[in-house]
């Protein structure tokens, strides 16, 4: 039984602090936001960068720092490709279960890796007393959750039912997620590819999120 939203409903939008970013506004270029948690992973991450390469999207890589660390050259061609990246905690900590001091200093330690402004709390979990903490201690940050989760985490599913979530629900300004990861890669392989190829066929242009 799926236990979380493939599409995250209007009320949770208005139910977030001011400045939280749930989805984009549509524009000329009737954009949409690729993004992927969890990375850098020395074979997933760059095998995500090389389909994205293929229709010249750029995207958005939200990064545990831990990885960042073990992984640098990974994390480097990500740069090096023009995608942008976010701060993703250390270790990928839950914000609900953690204490605010150590949580923030977590989120320190990953940005001795991550030079970004842009944060994304695992698992969308961020306490409003976090998040008031985190405008204190970077005024700069920018908090983005999603507005589709595209479920590749999830065992349970196919990579057909992963794909059939993100294009059910696709429009502009959608920030749509994806996990460059062990777990998701066995639906990832397929759903990415997919979507890469609805949203060229469709003119949606793949843009990263805005720094």
């Keep these: 039984m799926v236990s979380y939203w493939v599409k995250t409903p209007q009320w949770l939008h208005r139910m977030s602090p001011a400045g939280v970013i749930w989805e984009m506004p549509?524009?000329?270029d009737n954009s949409v936001y690729l993004t992927f948690?969890?990375?850098?992973?020395p074979e997933?991450?760059?095998y995500v960068?090389?389909?994205?390469?293929?229709?010249?999207?750029?995207?958005?890589?939200?990064?545990?720092?831990n990885n960042v660390a073990k992984h640098a050259e990974t994390f480097k061609a990500v740069k090096a490709a023009g995608h942008a990246i976010g701060?993703?905690?250390?270790?990928?900590?839950n914000g609900w279960k953690t204490a605010n001091t150590h949580?923030?200093?977590?989120?320190?330690?990953?940005?001795?890796?991550?030079?970004?402004?842009?944060f994304r709390?695992?698992?969308?979990?961020?306490?409003l007393s976090q998040y008031r903490k985190l405008l204190k201690q970077t005024p700069q940050s920018k908090v983005y959750m999603w507005s589709i989760l595209s479920g590749d985490f999830d065992t349970c599913i196919s990579a057909a039912q992963c794909t059939q979530n993100v294009l059910s629900h696709i429009s502009p300004g959608a920030i749509i997620v994806f996990h460059d990861s062990e777990k998701a890669f066995p639906r990832l392989q397929t759903a990415l590819p997919e979507v890469l190829k609805y949203c060229f066929d469709?003119?949606?242009?793949m843009k990263s999120l805005p720094m």
């Design 26 to 28: 549509p524009d000329e």
């Design 37 to 41: 948690d969890d990375g850098p992973h």
């Design 44 to 46: 997933i991450t760059r």
């Design 49 to 65: 960068l090389d389909e994205l390469a293929k229709y010249d999207a750029k995207a958005t890589f939200f990064c545990v720092g």
């Design 87 to 93: 701060n993703h905690t250390y270790n990928h900590l």
């Design 103 to 118: 949580y923030l200093k977590n989120i320190a330690q990953a940005a001795r890796h991550i030079n970004s402004h842009l």
């Design 121 to 127: 709390p695992p698992y969308g979990r961020l306490k």
């Design 202 to 205: 469709n003119g949606l242009r």
